[in-house]
């Protein structure tokens, strides 16, 4: 286990590592150019992306001297299966609470 690998949601808690995820929906980019829109430090940069690379949310690949970082599509289907299987679940809830409802008031 990775000093970094934490939960998908967690490591989206941090408002700039959000903030960083969302630039890279955009685009891959590199951490000088990510440092550069952020007011955080290059440094921290490379840090907040340690984390989302071990959380499983961005990957990263060598261009020249640079390394290049952009969304990982399995993460991310990750985060979407989750996504839907609770909201499968609050749709299931909601609709037994209505026609329970419906029954009580008939």
Same mark, same amino acid.
């Given at each position: 286990?990775?000093?970094? +690998?934490? #939960?998908?949601? $967690?490591?989206? *808690?941090?408002?700039?590592?959000? $903030?960083?995820?969302?630039?890279?929906?955009?685009?891959?980019?590199?951490?000088?150019?990510? &440092?550069? +829109?952020?007011?955080?430090?290059?440094? &921290? =940069?490379?840090?907040?992306?340690? =984390?989302?690379? *071990? &959380?499983?949310?961005?990957? #990263?690949?060598?261009? *020249?001297?640079?390394?290049?970082?952009?969304?990982?599509?399995?993460?991310?289907? +990750?985060?979407?299966?989750?996504?839907?299987?609770?909201?499968?679940? $609050?749709?299931?809830?909601?609709?037994?609470? =209505?026609?329970?409802?419906?029954? +009580?008031?008939?």
């Amino acid at each position: 286990m990775s000093t970094y +690998e934490i #939960d998908q949601w $967690a490591a989206l *808690g941090d408002p700039t590592r959000r $903030a960083i995820f969302e630039r890279l929906a955009a685009r891959p980019q590199a951490v000088g150019e990510l &440092a550069q +829109e952020l007011p955080v430090s290059r440094p &921290a =940069v490379s840090q907040h992306l340690k =984390v989302l690379k *071990g &959380a499983g949310l961005v990957v #990263d690949r060598p261009v *020249g001297a640079r390394r290049v970082y952009r969304l990982d599509p399995g993460g991310l289907g +990750e985060l979407r299966a989750q996504l839907d299987r609770f909201w499968t679940q $609050a749709l299931t809830t909601y609709k037994q609470l =209505v026609e329970q409802s419906t029954e +009580e008031d008939g």
